[in-house]
């Protein structure tokens, strides 16, 4: 695929001048498993996680919205794109804009979506579009956590997401128009320096070091069928890109690389 090409050819560019961590669309809030409800922060940004190195300045979101479900009732979409509040968010090296809001969350699945306003990577000339989410589940009775929610790139997970231990694996479907997208290239990074929601910015100190560079972006690829397999090494948060949905999707007459975003969080048995 075009994209695709484009992006590896990005990557093999930029490790002759610095470390290769990936562009990541994020959707933050601190738990994806909470015991009881309640008001949760939502934080949108667009960043590199693994080092938090550089937080890219984000548009108004084009759409952002939650699919509210509970056991076997129809999933509920509530549209929260006028709670947006405008923000900047401090990275290790800058700031950049973002998004604020809060969010009343109840027993349930809750399954917090984001298609972002293109950014432009001056650099290449290119756009980029990461369509984002992320589920919260509330008191541990799911919803329809497993079934798409219409996005036009999507990774759909076929394992919780919210329910993982340290040293299980992840399995999602990466999807193009609801169609599952064989052997799509997906992007894995680790949320490696813990958000201050207070201070609105990154914690400087990593949690862990990567050996070599390579260890910081990984690469997977899905089988026939859009599926990816990934073992979870360390509990904490984990962003699954798959890159280059779309090869002949433009923005303002600019190649745009059109993406699909999914986060997990993974916790240690103890």
Known sequence: MKKIGFAMALLATLAFTAPVYAHFQ???????????????????????????????DMGKPEQFFVMRSRGENAPKKVDLLDTLKPIKWESVTNSGAAWETT??????????????????EEEEGVYIKQNTKVIV??????????????LPTEIVPLSKTYDRWTGQVFQGRVLFNGKPVPNAEVEVEYLNHALMLDQKAFKKEGEVEAPQDAFGLQTIFADDNGIFTFGIPRAGWWGFAALGLDPDYTYKGK???????????????K
């Open 26 to 56: 994020m959707i933050y809030t601190p738990e994806a498993a909470m015991t009881k409800g309640g008001k949760i922060p939502l934080v949108l940004l667009f960043t590199h996680p693994f080092d938090a190195g550089y937080t890219m």
């Open 103 to 120: 969010y009343s969350a109840r027993g349930g699945d809750h399954i917090f979506c984001l298609i972002p306003e293109p950014y432009l």
């Open 137 to 150: 589940n509330v008191g541990g009775e799911p919803g329809a956590w497993m079934e798409p929610v219409g």
């Open 255 to 269: 190649e745009c690389s059109r993406d699909a975003v999914i986060w997990i969080k993974a916790v240690d048995m």
